[in-house]
Structures are given as structure tokens and as C-alpha cells.
């Protein structure tokens, strides 16, 4: 947070484009400290959702500080397209892929979950 609001403070910044091109299959732990402050394993899915939950963090100081800011969120093709991101942002891209036939599964994709 400290780096980016280094940044947005030190220009003029009116827009954030935050394109989310990684797989969260990528997010990955061997160990961690577990909740009574000793290492040990985690299971993986925790792994992902605290990666999660860190984004969200992350987008919630941005807009907080900056609420001048228009930020953006686009989901590479779906994965990380939610509600939870839809609070940081007025809207987001299920994909930034133009092609007009890849287009029309990634729109018909999201249109199953998300009006």
C-alpha cells in the first residue's frame, strides 16, 4: 500500500486500471503460522482465499485514501469477477479479450452468474 499511495500521491492519477492476469491456482503456501501462532501446513484453499481477502484490503485502503480515484478491476476472463470487487469499483471487465467469438462464451459465462 505504502509504494502505490507513493505513487498516486506523487501524480495525477484519476484512474486505476487493476487487470488481474494471474491464475489464483498460483497462490500457494508450504507453511504459514496457523492461529495459535506456530508453523505448520495449510491447506491450499485457505491459502487462496487469504490472497483473496488481502486484494480486498489492499482495494479498500486505495479507494478509502483516494476516494477521488475511479478504480477499475478486470477479471482475466472470469476468475476473480465477484461481488466483493464490484464494491471497489463501479464496474469490471469479465475480460479484456476482444476477440468477437471468444467474447460471446466469456460474456454467455458470466451472464450465468452475474446479470
Known sequence: FDTLSNILRGAN???IKW???RPLTEVY???VVNQYGNEGFIWQAETRHRYVLGLYELQHRIISAFPHILLENCASGGGRFDPGM???SPQI???DNTDALVRM???YGTS???P
Do not use: G, R, T, V
Open 13 to 15: 492519477i484519476e484512474y
Open 112 to 114: 450465468l452468474a452475474y
Open 19 to 21: 487487470d488481474m492476469n
Open 93 to 95: 471487465w469479465c475480460s
Open 86 to 88: 464490484l464494491f471497489f
Open 29 to 31: 503456501s508450504l507453511a
Open 105 to 107: 462464451k466469456i460474456q
